[in-house]
């Protein structure tokens, strides 16, 4: 499926402990392909992946404080994509014109939201935790598409690619599909607050076995 | 202490990464590896008649393939015992698990390498897929340890078996392997970059 990103509100592209406070992490999202990064502050950023100097990937730029510098040449961005500095000339104050196409990014239910339009984020009750992102080969099924292969008791959906679902064996989890174009697709979950390691670890094998028919159903 | 090295190859980087964790003095005897293939001359086929690098040779001891050097070195040199720990059998046999899976990993990241940068005749789908195989097993073996508190692959400590796997797993991307789908993997490589004493190679990319 080609799904551009201007067109379908929020994406889940990542569990929130897949990028920390000062790094940089590259996420696909439908055919787009962004730069996630941290400032020191914790704030999550999302980025086109493309310095406007000359198109380096800025997901493997380095943090300094709540900036981003390029791999490159070193052009600094600040927490808005607009460039405050050019280090090979650093008597000039960069014109305001430079700047980093951004995406609308929030946290919710331990997921990592991206938008480009101003609708609002998907509103997400109680304290959850990450347990496991899984890599789908194939192009992505729909959510709806994808309960269909599990046992579910009840399911609330919280965005076109977001459910909170409870399940007869692991309990309720979020489980959110995210669309990369020819790169297939991911599949995040995340569990209550309260999960400890035998619940994770048991999401996690179900939801290895949910992948493995997802993919086996895409090659017959 | 003499490695027969080349620079670019992530077997003779494995060497080199536990030398430096163990802060150890050595000769590097560069290997022309490319474009040279010093490594297939007859000169060097007695030396390792795999006509592989890396060797090393201590005093008399003469060792090939890099998982027995990370052995040889760890056991005899690295007075913590932390590197190849071998108090538990379990433990033992865990480590020696991983240092056998980064041989597979060589067979197949490293090969979609050398066919992307130095234009080896292979099949790169092939080499690409089973890396592919290789890091999803990684990807839940590192989330699962996570679920334990457990930062590598065989328990709280860094061990050589992380540094055995570490090399081609953070070079795929140069053999066209995304990453990105890793994020149990990318949280290592992070972690990994960050140990006191590491040492980093060319196309490795350290967060600071
Ligand atoms: N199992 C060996 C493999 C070493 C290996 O593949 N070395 C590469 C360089 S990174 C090599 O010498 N390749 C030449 C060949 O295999 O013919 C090890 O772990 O040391
Ligand atoms: S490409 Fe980013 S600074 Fe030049």
Not at chain 1, 100 to 121: P, Q
Not at chain 1, 155 to 177: E, K
Not at chain 2, 5 to 32: A, M, Q, T, W
Not at chain 2, 105 to 124: E, K
Request: charged fraction near 20%.
């Amino acid at each position: 499926m080609d799904t551009d990103v201007s067109q379908v509100g929020w994406i889940p592209v990542a569990l929130n402990n897949a990028v920390q406070a000062g790094s940089a992490i590259r996420v696909i999202a439908g055919t787009d392909d962004i730069a996630l990064w941290r400032g020191k502050d914790g704030v999550a950023h999302a980025w086109e992946n493309r310095c406007p100097h000359r198109g380096m990937r800025l997901s493997y730029g380095t943090v300094c404080g709540n900036r981003l510098r390029c791999l490159y040449h070193g052009w600094i961005y600040d927490g808005s994509g607009t460039c405050v500095a050019i280090p090979a000339h650093p008597d000039l104050t960069p014109p305001q014109t430079i700047k980093v196409r951004t995406y609308r990014c929030v946290e919710a239910g331990a997921l990592i939201w991206i938008s480009d339009e101003d609708n609002s984020a998907p509103a997400i009750d109680g304290h959850w935790t990450p347990c496991r992102s899984l890599h789908i080969e194939v192009a992505m099924p729909d959510l709806p598409e994808i309960l269909k292969w599990t046992k579910v008791n009840s399911v609330r959906p919280l965005s076109t690619y977001a459910a909170d679902v409870a399940l007869p064996d692991q309990g309720r989890l979020i489980l959110a599909v995210h669309p990369m174009g020819s790169k297939g697709a991911m599949l995040h979950c995340a569990l209550p607050a309260s999960a400890r390691r035998d619940s994770l670890l048991s999401a996690s094998h179900w939801l290895g076995e949910l992948r493995s028919r997802i993919e086996q159903a895409a090659v017959v | 202490m003499k490695l027969y090295d080349y620079v670019l190859s992530g077997n003779c980087y494995k060497i080199r990464l536990l030398l430096g964790f163990l802060d150890l003095d050595y000769e590097k005897r560069p290997v022309d590896f490319f474009p040279g293939r010093e490594h297939k001359s007859d000169a060097f086929l007695k030396i390792n008649p795999l006509g592989q690098i890396p060797v090393l040779e201590d005093g008399e001891i003469r060792i090939r393939d890099a998982q027995a050097i990370l052995i040889y070195l760890a056991s005899r040199y690295d007075k913590s015992g932390e590197w190849f720990p071998g108090q538990s059998h379990s433990q033992i046999a865990e480590v020696a698990q991983w240092l056998a899976f980064s041989d597979m990993i060589t067979s197949t990241a490293s090969a979609a390498r050398l066919h992307d940068m130095l234009g080896y005749n292979l099949d790169i789908d092939a080499a690409r897929a089973g890396a592919h195989r290789l890091l999803r097993v990684l990807e839940d073996h590192l989330a699962h340890q996570e679920f334990d508190g457990h930062d590598w692959l065989a328990g709280r400590r860094p061990t050589i078996a992380d540094i055995s796997c570490f090399p081609y797993v953070a070079l795929a991307e140069d053999g066209g392997i995304d990453l990105f789908c890793y994020p149990a993997i990318l949280r290592w490589i992070r972690r990994f970059t960050a140990l006191d004493g590491f040492h980093s190679m060319p196309g490795i990319n350290v967060s600071p």
